[in-house]
């Protein structure tokens, strides 16, 4: 089904040749590079050498977890107006919050902000942010930044990457996007799909065969090959948003006539132009994928990696259903999480809830699809339910006016509007040991918003809208969309765009000055953030040891976004699922801070636990997270932010999962360090002499003295590669000081 190619291979006459095999001269191999979509794309936006991106981008989105941040810090560092498009979204947190109307005060500013600094704003229902970008938003050739990790909108001919806030606050402050030139990973499409195989099958097995070997890691993955024209733009869109599943930095496909009818169908026929490779041309490695051979996939909790085909799980049921409830029962801390009990004694799998939604599920030909599956069936009276959520008012409109809305109604189906609480936990949460299967984005541990520390833990599988419409059908029995009968007869979709015309504040880049921001109760600043010191010494206050840890687990979605305006507030719920002493530890720590830049002196108890070790004049002490390979999942800035407004000055990682998480990081002021074998325990010490001195310098090691239980002992940490402006924003002490020391010079 997938290959793997991990030499360098040409893509030339229509095939992918390796590169031991094609017999290039050098000069030759130097214009194959040059001629990958991936390659002038980006360098029509560097601002820098051909190594060292700095990137500039066409226009930029956020949504509203993230944008209220974003303008305050933008705000903070000199903000006059948006000099790009932007787009603000509310699609997050759609819903009042418990006992205020926290989320509703969040729109009212976005709002506010829109027509004072010049951007567009889509009020809550309308679209989720990734559907309107590809409605309206995205234009062949060109890079958009979106502050949310599904940022893709490759299927359209647009480079587009996901990263948390400050690097969109770059942007508006019309500095760039700086990154090494990545490396360009071809995914070779061949064949085609057969009916009941939908796109998040293909990403599933996608997933599978490239995450856990970190094969497409922070590169870029350029579709090619001749399977690409057997796909429609809805499935090119549905495989395109959950590459970011696979930890890849973007993606961009060839585009065709699809494409170009796309863009022609949403009124903006000027956007398309033809993408082509270059033949040949030169990728770093390949991905091959048989497109008849793909079939209906399961990603089983607690991540989509964990995938299986249909068949292979049916065939193993319990014992795959066992190692996840094992998983589970760790994570609720007792062996009352049960898996099994969905296992009944004929074998078959039955689950409580069927959820379409999202970026992923929620498009026109994944709904009209699974209308087809259920259409003269119900789902029954009994525990399981369907929801059913169209990404986009128009995609709503469009299946209204062809009749698959009202089927799915009398099916039993309960359709909604555009929203993403399925997605990271604020929309159909699931009863205690429930069993959802999916077609949107995740399925982390406790992203469908189960509460572990309540005694409450639920489970999600992800898996194609056409499989969830199939096990609808048969009352919830877990069925693979192979196994129905039915006809694919999908009904032309026409876009309305009067939807947008009436609704959508349309103000890029027409600011109003004199218009004033609106501020609800819980809008709040970011707190002041100190400059790195001369010397710095961190206590450990949470260590966590899982192979993988979450943004999530750093800090929690769902309804805990609802404080996401106010730093504080979100702070407190910092690894509250993980590791709940967190809070509290660095909280002690920021205080015992806070008496030394008081009293010039660290706290008597803590020279105590330091011993014989003498620290210097104009250190920083702050609290540390320890973890094996930290950031996997979404790019909200907060999972750093709110372990440094908790007094955070750095993580130690064996690896960070993404760059997008590592880049959060150091525009918040922390120190991403990195220590292969080190093993460290809560309430560990670990001071660095001259850390200003080797920020300033470029140095990538540092010398540290670790203290445990009293003993010291030298021990190595690496920063790794740093920009020239990393490096200043970390002396600093955060990108909001970095631009007023900017200002002030």
Request: hydrophobic share 35%; proline share 4%.
């Amino acid at each position: 089904m997938i290959k793997l190619i991990r030499s360098g291979v040409y893509y030339t006459g229509g095939k992918i040749v390796k590169e031991s095999q094609a017999f290039l001269r050098e000069e030759q191999k130097k214009q194959a590079i040059r001629s990958t979509i991936s390659h002038r794309i980006l360098s029509a936006h560097n601002h820098g050498d051909e190594e060292n991106l700095k990137i500039k981008f066409d226009a930029i989105a956020s949504h509203d977890i993230t944008y209220v941040g974003i303008i305050q810090t933008a705000k903070a560092s000199g903000l006059e107006k948006f000099p790009l498009p932007y787009t603000l979204t509310n699609c997050h947190n759609s819903l009042c919050a418990v006992g205020g109307t926290i989320n509703e005060d969040d729109h009212v500013f976005g709002l506010s902000a829109a027509k004072k600094y010049g951007a567009d704003y889509v009020p809550a229902h309308l679209a989720v942010i990734h559907q309107y970008m590809r409605e309206c938003g995205a234009k062949c050739g060109a890079m958009i930044l979106g502050s949310d990790s599904h940022t893709r909108y490759g299927a359209l001919g647009t480079m587009a990457i996901g990263e948390g806030g400050p690097e969109l606050v770059k942007q508006i402050l019309n500095q760039t996007y700086d990154v090494r030139r990545p490396a360009v990973i071809a995914v070779y499409l061949k064949g085609k799909l057969r009916k009941g195989v939908g796109p998040q099958d293909v990403a599933l097995a996608l997933v599978k065969a490239t995450f856990k070997k970190e094969f497409v890691k922070n590169k870029i993955l350029e579709f090619v090959g001749p399977g690409i024209h057997n796909l429609s733009m809805d499935y090119r869109n549905g495989i395109d948003v959950m590459t970011t599943e696979t930890a890849c930095l973007s993606s961009v496909w060839e585009t065709d006539e699809k494409t170009k009818e796309y863009y022609e169908i949403h009124g903006r026929a000027g956007d398309y132009q033809e993408l082509k490779a270059g033949d040949p041309a030169y990728y770093d490695g390949a991905v091959v994928i048989d497109l008849s051979r793909v079939e209906p996939m399961i990603a089983l909790p607690f991540h989509p990696s964990n995938a299986y085909t249909n068949r292979q799980f049916m065939a193993h049921t319990r014992a795959n259903m066992e190692k996840v409830e094992e998983q589970g029962r760790k994570l609720k801390g007792d062996d009352s999480f049960t898996l099994t009990d969905k296992i009944m004694p004929d074998g078959r799998v039955k689950v409580d809830q069927g959820i379409i939604a999202g970026c992923a599920g929620g498009m026109y030909e994944n709904i009209a699809e699974a209308y087809e599956i259920l259409k003269g069936k119900n789902i029954g009276s009994d525990e399981f339910a369907l929801s059913v959520y169209p990404s986009s008012q128009p995609v709503f409109k469009g299946l209204v006016d062809n009749g698959y809305i009202g089927g799915l109604m009398e099916s039993g189906a309960i359709v909604k509007t555009a929203f993403c609480g399925p997605c990271f936990g604020a929309g159909d949460v699931p009863a205690n040991n429930g069993l959802s299967i999916r077609h949107t984005t995740r399925n982390f541990e406790n992203r469908e918003g189960s509460k572990p520390a309540n005694g409450q833990l639920a489970a999600v599988a992800l898996m194609d809208a056409r499989s969830i419409a199939a096990t609808a059908a048969n009352g919830g029995y877990l069925t693979s969309a192979l196994d129905v009968s039915y006809t694919k007869r999908l009904k032309k979709y026409t876009f309305d765009a009067n939807i947008y015309q009436n609704r959508v504040y349309h103000g890029a880049l027409c600011p109003k000055a004199q218009e004033k921001l609106v501020y609800g109760p819980n809008i709040a600043d970011w707190p002041e953030q100190i400059a790195l010191g001369d010397n710095l010494l961190m206590r450990m206050a949470s260590v966590l040891t899982d192979p993988v840890t979450t943004t999530d687990e750093l800090i929690p979605s769902g309804e805990t976004s609802s404080y996401r305006s106010n730093p504080m507030k979100l702070a407190s719920f910092a690894l509250s699922r993980k590791d709940p002493a967190y809070v509290g530890r660095a909280q002690a720590i920021q205080k015992e801070e806070a008496q030394r830049r008081e009293t010039g002196k660290l706290p008597d108890e803590v020279l105590a636990a330091l011993g014989s070790l003498k620290i210097g004049e104009n250190t920083v002490y702050g609290s540390c997270v320890v973890a094996v390979k930290p950031g996997d999942g979404s790019a909200r800035e907060q999972a750093a932010s709110c372990q440094r407004v908790l007094g955070g000055v750095a993580n130690i990682a064996r690896e960070y999962a993404t760059k997008r998480y590592r880049s959060n990081l150091i525009n918040w002021g922390m120190l991403p360090f990195l220590c292969e074998k080190e093993t460290f325990a809560v309430g560990d010490y670990v001071y660095i002499e001259g850390i200003r001195e080797a920020v300033e310098s470029g140095a990538e090691k540092v010398m540290a003295k670790h203290v445990s239980n009293g003993k010291v002992k030298d021990v190595v940490l690496t920063l790794g590669a740093l920009t020239p402006d990393e490096r200043k924003i970390i002396l600093a002490g955060c990108l909001i000081n970095f631009n007023k020391n900017k200002a002030k010079a």
